[in-house]
């Protein structure tokens, strides 16, 4: 059973900055891709962004060049640095990992909280 451990989380002012962490208890070398999603109360969740094994990056449109994912293999963790911030960036963020194997876990969740 693959835990991932998200941080980072909390409470910050339109314009601000936070990154997040999501550290994996699996060499990431078994990891085939990594990202973050993210759900709004009433929201669907949606993907923000997302890294592959060879470091490709996909984002969603609406935090393309705010926001910057990147992974650590030596520390089994991927992150998201996430600046200019927006009160709809207002979300719990969830880690995604996708194995090579093909299995899917997902993390607890972080909140992030952007006020105006």
């Known amino acids: 059973q693959v835990q991932l451990v998200e941080s980072g989380g909390g409470l910050v002012q339109a314009g601000g900055s936070l990154r997040l962490s999501c550290a994996a208890s699996?060499?990431?070398?078994?990891?085939?891709?990594m990202g973050w999603y993210r759900q709004a109360p009433g929201n669907e969740r949606e993907l923000v962004a997302v890294?592959?094994?060879?470091?490709?990056?996909n984002y969603a449109d609406s935090v393309k060049g705010r926001f910057t994912i990147s992974r650590d293999n030596a520390k089994n963790t991927v992150y998201v640095q996430m600046d200019s911030l927006k009160p709809e960036d207002t979300a719990v963020y969830y880690c995604?990992?996708?194995?090579?194997?093909?299995?899917?876990?997902w993390g607890k969740g972080t909140l992030v909280t952007v006020s105006s």
């Open positions: 995604n990992v996708g194995l090579r194997s093909g299995s899917v876990y």
């Open positions: 699996l060499s990431m070398f078994g990891i085939d891709a």
């Open positions: 890294i592959t094994s060879t470091g490709s990056t």
